[in-house]
């Protein structure tokens, strides 16, 4: 199978630098392009892969394409893609609330894979989720899965909507674990803690109770009740926290995230393409 990635910025390389290190290619079998003679050469620099400056050198030999421009660069590659590819190939976007339709009509193109990944991609505990248009086999889907699992963990969903509703979970849920950092963090800090030591408390207390987490088969709040005592001061935080309605508020948070990404599909929708 040969693999072309469109635009080498943070995720295009993330993507890429993720495949050619995997087994899931022989060598010489997967191809980057960008517009930017810099990044080709940031590109080059790695060895890793066969870097290109013109889309007529390497699309057609590609049996799938990953798309990792930016939404509002989508329908001037689209154009510019779109003579000189095949029914046979297999698009892949990452592009933030560009739609499976807008991406078949934009290229007269059949199968296609939508995905959302999250940017822990690029330490390769990256979630990403993804739907395929009818066309797309079984087989096509499964090869797919293990070319997104490059980057950490997948998952494959029936529909475009569930893809909107999981930008709000995973695709967006990083910064909303980094908000509660941040929080924290500047808890710490008017504690009277210096930056150095503040960082160190919060960061290894996630990293710590995410590991527990994944570890086990208990929901969080069988771990909220095994770290608060009656009287304790872990529930004195729990319950000033429920007194102020966090956990509805965060997901309120979510369903913006959620919202948004519709809002987004439906402009995108046509020749249109902005950035999410
Ligand atoms: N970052 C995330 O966490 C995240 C999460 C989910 C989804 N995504 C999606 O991932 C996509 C890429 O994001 P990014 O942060 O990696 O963007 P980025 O750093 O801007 O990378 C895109 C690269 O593609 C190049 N490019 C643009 N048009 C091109 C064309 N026609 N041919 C070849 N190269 C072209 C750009 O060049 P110029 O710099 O010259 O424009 C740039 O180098 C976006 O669609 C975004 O919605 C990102």
Same mark, same amino acid.
């Given at each position: ?34 517009? /930017?003679?810099?990044?080709? $050469? #940031?590109?080059?620099?790695?060895? +890793? ?5 013109? =889309? !007529? &050198? ?70 990403? /989720?993804?739907?395929?248009? $009818? #066309?797309?086999?079984?087989?096509? +889907? ?5 070319? =997104? !699992? &490059? ?84 529930r004195a935080a729990l319950d000033s926290m429920d007194e102020n309605n966090v956990n509805a508020l965060i997901q ?25």
């Amino acid at each position: 199978m040969n693999v072309l990635v469109i635009g080498g910025g943070n995720m295009g390389m993330t993507y890429a630098e993720a495949i050619a290190k995997s087994n899931f290619l022989t060598a010489g079998s997967l191809m980057i392009i960008d517009q /930017s003679k810099e990044k080709r $050469d #940031e590109l080059r620099a790695t060895g +890793l892969f066969e870097v290109h400056d013109q =889309l !007529d &050198t390497c699309l057609s030999r590609a049996d799938v394409v990953l798309i990792a421009v930016k939404p509002v660069h989508a329908a001037a590659l689209m154009k510019e893609m779109k003579p000189l590819i095949s029914t046979e190939q297999l698009f892949v976007s990452i592009m933030a609330g560009v739609t499976i339709d807008t991406i078949k009509q934009g290229l007269d193109a059949v199968k296609v894979v939508r995905a959302m990944p999250n940017l822990p991609a690029q330490v390769g505990l990256g979630m990403t /989720s993804f739907t395929g248009s $009818d #066309e797309v086999s079984r087989l096509e +889907l499964a090869a797919i899965e293990q070319l =997104l !699992d &490059t980057t950490g963990r997948s998952i494959n969903l029936t529909s475009e909507s569930e893809i909107d509703a999981s930008t709000g979970i995973s695709g967006s849920g990083p910064a909303y674990i980094f908000y509660f950092m941040q929080a924290m963090m500047d808890a710490a800090l008017k504690m009277g803690f210096d930056q150095h030591d503040a960082r160190l408390l919060v960061g290894q207390t996630f990293a710590g109770a995410v590991e527990l987490f994944n570890e086990s088969t208990l929901s969080p709040e069988d771990w909220m009740e095994r770290v608060a005592s009656k009287g304790g001061t872990t529930r004195a935080a729990l319950d000033s926290m429920d007194e102020n309605n966090v956990n509805a508020l965060i997901q309120e948070a979510a369903y913006a995230a959620f919202r948004r990404a519709e809002e987004l599909g439906k402009q995108t929708k046509g020749t249109e393409a902005k950035d999410g």
